[in-house]
């Protein structure tokens, strides 16, 4: 089985924030989802300033598409950690350079959506927005390996 290409067009970018790629601290980095003007109409947003989080899919619009890698690595670039699979982490180098990422909203501002804890850069396209919901998060204990504890331990 081929997978057919998926041609997806940004909702909007990322304003501010960081500019380049920092490993850890994003906790306090306050940026601003600013949705495409063709929305200003259609109020997609409607509804939203009642969510205090927001699960946001985004481009690593930075990545060349040739550095992808998908055989074992050690995450984070770790030189004693043992490889896994580009599915069993989650940085940048992936097949389609998807981010996906949960943030603090702050607040709505007509097509702004001021953010914090946003882990992506600034000028990255926005695929998607979803308020999240405590439901969507796993019903019984969620299991990691103790590699992943320690090397996020100050990523937000």
């Known amino acids: 089985m081929s997978a057919e290409p998926v041609a997806l067009t940004p909702v909007g970018r990322v304003v501010g924030g960081r500019a380049e790629a920092v490993e850890d ?21 409607l509804g939203l300033e009642a969510f205090s989080h927001l ?18 690595i050690p995450p984070r670039g770790q030189p004693d950690g043992a490889p896994v699979g580009v599915f069993a982490h989650r940085g940048p180098y992936r097949p389609n350079r998807l981010g996906v990422s949960r943030c603090r ?7 702004d959506l001021h953010v ?4 992506a850069l600034s000028g990255s396209p926005v695929l ?7 439901e969507f998060a796993p019903a019984e204990d969620v299991a990691q390996p103790a590699w992943s504890t320690r090397l996020m331990s100050r990523y937000y």
């Open 25 to 45: 601290g994003w906790g306090d980095v306050r940026a601003v989802i600013r949705l495409d003007d063709a929305f200003r109409e259609k109020s997609p947003v």
């Open 55 to 72: 699960e946001v899919v985004f481009v690593f619009d930075r990545i060349d598409p040739g550095a992808v890698r998908t055989g074992p």
């Open 105 to 111: 909203l702050l607040r709505v501002d007509g097509l």
């Open 116 to 119: 914090t804890g946003l882990d």
């Open 128 to 134: 998607d927005i979803k308020p999240y919901m405590a």
